[in-house]
């Protein structure tokens, strides 16, 4: 893993999460991981990803991972940013998980949000499962909406 030297990276492994900003960041190698989640960049995004790619391969043992990021949602903390995000950033690398794989985010949570990002990797769910693999993010979910008056 590569950044720029103002980019804010902050973690060591690309199955940790990360909640301050990451930029300018690309892999290259390979992440294989017996936890969770598994990223390019971050196994879990609580903040903003910005220009960053991967070309590396990624794979997740147990669950969910994504060229970028693994899972990216919001996290009710005074650390993390509302709305985290992943913005103009790009996968060409292999992603590969039992479930929940997507090319630029295995899953999409809250809030968050995918913008300006694309993928030309292969994207493979190992279990049988094959709609369960995205080009973009394997399954996003939105807060609760209000019910309407009746």
């Not at 147990?62 to 970028?68: C, D, K």
């Not at 913008?115 to 399954?139: D, K, L, P, Q």
């Amino acid at each position: 893993m590569r950044c720029r030297p103002n980019g804010g990276y902050r973690r060591k492994t690309a199955s940790a999460g990360v909640n301050v900003p990451a930029k300018n960041c690309y892999h290259t190698g390979q992440v294989r991981t017996a936890s969770q989640w598994a990223g390019g960049i971050a196994g879990r995004n609580y903040g903003t990803i910005r220009h960053c790619h991967n070309s590396g391969t990624v794979f997740a043992q147990l669950g969910i991972a994504g060229g970028i990021c693994g899972d990216a949602l919001d996290y009710p903390s005074d650390t993390a940013v509302e709305n985290a995000a992943v913005e103009n950033c790009y996968n060409t690398g292999a992603v590969s998980a039992p479930y929940y794989v997507g090319g630029i985010c295995g899953t999409v949570k809250q809030t968050a949000g995918i913008y300006n990002c694309y993928n030309t990797g292969e994207v493979t769910a190992n279990t049988g499962y094959e709609y369960y693999a995205r080009g973009i993010a394997s399954y996003g979910s939105e807060p609760y909406p209000a019910q309407p008056d009746r």
